[in-house]
């Protein structure tokens, strides 16, 4: 160990440390003060893939993936269609399992009532005649005990999260009277009400208004200062407006530690894609070519 | 009227009327997670296997619900474990277990030596001559229903609404899916006895179509569907009575009639509304 320590300020980094960490060479921005049961962890990785193949059906989708997601990042994921964003998305939530290597969450992702991670799908399979108020599904994600009815404490908190997304005044509201902008701030607020540490998102705009952009993204630049965002795009222009850094997916995995767009990103997303500029409002000089 | 109010003197129709309580309670609710899941097919399935074990049971000599409740639950959970695997199309499946279960049903009520008086009974159910032990085991079951539904209200919202997110918050999705099969199972057992194998499927549905008209909220939908199927049902003996036609049929036929109704009312209060 002692042979590899060098001169200098900074940190030591053992050969052993350098060989686990290689393709994580990001250094956390914040971290997280965790106190439970009277134990106290300082959290700097909230979810870590490590080697991670997965797919469907025996087929692998995404092939030695490694991710770290840290308290204060906004990861914004890009590729093709078929690449294995969603695939991503899902081992991440542990909705599927991966043949080959590890995903370990933090601790600190693992409350006492809740799991804490909010989850704002692309668009929910769902049945519009389903008997549920705007309330009714947000409390589906306030942290409760399982058992009994929702009490007082449990529809303040949903009522806080409906406040966060700016639909509080549709409270009443049959969920499947709801036009496509306004369910995804309602699900986006059932993604809140579960007091997630990371959130992530699998392309939060693709059936909806553009009326809806335009307030999600502000949205949840204000949320990524209390949580990780992790979320699939189409839209590189968001994607440099507003992430931190850039996670191109096509089968491999490549984190761009920045969120500038440029031939290296360009070339992992193999695809002519839209111009990009710079501005207070993301948007295209030329149409799509398709 | 006067030969109406006779009737509560008799055993047997304050029987009928305590199995018609106990069905709506069960009905009502379980019907309404049914419906709500849109797994009218699949109940559908498991009311007609469940004549596989009705068959088995008059076999063998023992209570035919016994048999009943056997082959409806094994094969709800084989629906249940078989439709996340992709081996076979859950409608196919069910399809199979449907005819399956009628199959073995009458090839043991074929072979069983004798006549089998009561077997119409099990088919088009009959209120009249439900036993101690019919009531006995509908009121654990409507309690039953009852207790786990407020218990695990939550639970069940969440995952009815949407299982994949149940998933990502770590909640017991397939224990929930799982218990709430049993139960969907047990009430349509014992609905046998009070409407028959060929018309469960009514009380399962059609007060939940009622109640749907006026609400739009899970909870309000169960407890609505309750009040409607006991109206309906009370409504339904009392024209068996009086016109003196089969108590299951006549109550189906009630239970339709106050969905036109619901839906007629409905429509001139819209119609009002928009005038106004």
Not at chain 1, 47 to 58: F, K, M, P, R
Not at chain 1, 83 to 102: A, D, E, S, Y
Not at chain 1, 264 to 285: F, M, N, Q, W
Not at chain 2, 19 to 36: F, K, M, Q, R
Request: contains cysteine.
């Amino acid at each position: 160990m002692m042979t590899d320590s060098f001169m200098g300020d900074g940190p030591v980094l053992s050969a052993k440390d350098t060989e686990n960490k290689q393709s994580q060479p990001r250094a956390p921005r914040s971290y997280i003060l965790y106190i439970c049961r009277y134990k106290a962890f300082l959290v700097e990785t909230l979810i870590s893939l490590q080697h991670v193949t997965a797919g469907y059906e025996g087929k692998a989708v995404i092939k030695e993936v490694n991710l770290d997601v840290l308290p204060d990042d906004f990861i914004g994921v890009i590729g093709p269609n078929g690449g294995g964003k969603t695939t991503l998305l899902k081992v991440m939530l542990g909705l599927i399992r991966p043949f080959k290597g590890k995903v370990t969450y933090s601790p600190a992702l693992q409350g006492e009532k809740q799991f804490k991670i909010g989850y704002l799908p692309q668009w929910i399979q769902h049945d519009s005649r389903y008997p549920a108020s705007v309330m009714d599904v947000v409390l589906t994600g306030v942290p409760t005990q399982s058992f009994g009815l929702y009490g007082k404490m449990a529809r303040m908190a949903a009522m806080e999260a409906l406040e966060k997304t700016g639909v509080a005044d549709l409270t009443r509201k049959p969920f499947g009277e709801l036009s496509g902008g306004q369910r995804q701030k309602v699900l986006l607020a059932r993604a809140l009400a579960t007091r997630p540490l990371v959130l992530i998102l699998d392309e939060p705009d693709t059936f909806t208004d553009q009326q809806f952009e335009r307030d999600l993204y502000p949205m949840l630049r204000e949320f990524n200062k209390n949580m990780a965002i992790v979320m699939v795009s189409h839209d590189l222009g968001i994607i440099a407006s507003y992430v931190k850094t850039i996670a191109c997916v096509n089968g491999g995995l490549h984190h761009h530690p920045s969120n500038m767009i440029d031939e290296k990103v360009l070339a992992s997303y193999e695809c002519p894609i839209d111009i990009i500029t710079h501005g207070d409002l993301p948007h295209r000089v030329l149409n799509r070519h398709d | 009227m006067t030969g109406v109010l006779e009737l509560f003197g008799y055993t047997f129709f304050q029987h009928a009327l305590l199995a018609a309580l106990l069905t709506s309670i069960a009905c009502g609710i379980t019907g309404t997670y049914i419906v709500t899941r849109r797994l009218v097919f699949l109940s559908g399935g498991i009311t007609h296997a469940s004549f596989g074990g009705i068959g088995i049971a008059f076999y063998l000599g023992i209570y035919p619900l016994a048999g009943a409740a056997v082959f409806a639950i094994i094969s709800a959970l084989l629906i249940v474990f078989f439709s996340k695997r992709d081996a076979i199309r859950p409608d196919s499946l069910i399809g199979m277990l449907w005819s399956f279960g009628m199959a073995v049903g009458t090839i043991f009520i074929f072979i069983t030596s004798g006549y089998t008086p009561n077997l119409m009974s099990y088919l088009f159910g009959n209120i009249l001559t439900v036993t101690q032990l019919d009531l006995t085991l509908l009121g654990l079951l409507a309690t039953g229903v009852v207790v786990v539904f407020m218990l695990l209200y939550p639970l069940i919202l969440s995952v009815s609404f949407d299982e994949e997110f149940a998933r990502t918050r770590r909640q017991p999705v397939q224990v929930i899916n799982v218990v709430l099969m049993v139960l969907v199972s047990l009430s349509i057992v014992m609905t046998i006895r009070v409407a028959g194998i060929v018309l469960v499927i009514s009380y399962l549905t059609i007060p939940q179509a009622v109640a749907g008209i006026f609400t739009r909220r899970l909870s309000s939908l169960m407890i609505l569907s309750v009040i409607i199927s006991i109206v309906g049902s009370l409504l339904g003996l009392w024209a068996a009575y009086v016109y003196d036609i089969p108590s299951g049929a006549s109550i189906i036929f009630t239970f339709i009639l106050l969905f036109l109704l619901a839906k007629a009312f409905r429509s001139i209060q819209i119609k009002v509304a928009a005038n106004r």
